[in-house]
């Protein structure tokens, strides 16, 4: 089956689907395709920081995400054997919010619909991009699920397909991997009753453990282990180690021994950041993950995707009305959004190294623009 677009983009996460969303509001004929058979499947952050609010809001997505279910941060604490011996208060009023990937997603796709410009194909994995005789991109092919090969033909491909991208593979876009010394183990539990919505952290072993509340009463456990250990914690008892984590937070020992018996409640997360030689190419561009993956702390990386795609959306349809999508025109794109996104990118650096210090300053009560980790 073949379809023509002028908008191609590979990726339904919130890069994408907000991109999607931003495009066919102006009238722009634009296919998004994903993978998987639906929206919001894929593990991902879910801790909006003010950037990403702010987007939201200006494009009215924010009104129906709250009304699905979200849960707004009050403080940061800091935590040692049972007891906070610091809260960080946020300038803003809250300290992030908690938003189920699903509710972003299902918001982004809800008001997408409504444009007859917008099209979704789920269960369609992209497998190969298509470039005419000038080397520029022209469009992708991909597989669906029960349809086998489709094409689509597009003016522009947008590979908005995550820290594994495969339209960077294909279009030959080098990723610079920077490791941040570690990786990350992931576990969600039932919040105890009258848990406070706020993010606690405290030290195991050296090793920094965030507790994220989230929406409809369940906490995410972060829990930073040094950096290829897993494999070799993976052959040892997991007793000893939810044991540690009981120590600084003894109310959660209720909600531990139900639902956390083996590493299999645990998701690694490999922890990285990486950023590419370039964005754009002729036809192309690569946005969110799929061109600067970010390591969790301040939780950057969802807001940086959404902010790609907004200011993406302000450039596109010029480019598109001109006809104007070699690699140089594009560059606008990548020379409005490399540098903030690089300096996060160093500004987390900064904050993980300087994790420790919180844990050996004084007893105290600051308000502060937070960063998260
Ligand atoms: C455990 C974890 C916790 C995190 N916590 C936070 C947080 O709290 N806050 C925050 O801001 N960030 C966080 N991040 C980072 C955040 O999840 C990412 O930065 C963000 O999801 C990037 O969005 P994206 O749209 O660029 O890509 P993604 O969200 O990765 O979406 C890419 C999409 O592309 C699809 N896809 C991939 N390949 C293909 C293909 N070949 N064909 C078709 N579709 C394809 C995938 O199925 C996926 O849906 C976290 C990341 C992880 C893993």
Redesign the pocket.
Known sequence: MNYQTDVCI???????ALLAYLLAKQNISTIL????DELGK????????ED?EMILKKHHIFEEMESLGLLRMSRVEYWKDGHVFKTIESELGHAGIHVPQHHLLQSINNQASIHPSYKLMLG????ELMQNEKGQYTGIK?QQKGRGEIIVESKIIIG???????VRKLAHIKNNIHNHGYD?L?AKIPAPANWEPSIKFALVEQQQVALFSQAKGFIQIGWNIKKGSYTSLRKQSVQPFLDQLILPFPQLKESMEQNLHSWKDF?L?SVYSSHCDTWVKSGLAI????AH??T?TG???????IMDADVLSQILPNLLSQGSLKAGNLKVFENARRKTVEDLQAQQVVTEDSFMEKFTNSLKTEKENLTLY
């Open positions: 590979i990726g339904a996460g919130p890069g994408g395709i994903e993978r998987s894929e593990f991902r952050g879910e801790h909006l920081n990403g369609t994995k992209v497998t991909a908005a397909d995550g820290r594994y991208s495969t990350l992931w998701i997360l946005i969110g993950d799929a993956t970010m969790p939780a950057y990386g969802m807001n940086a995707a």
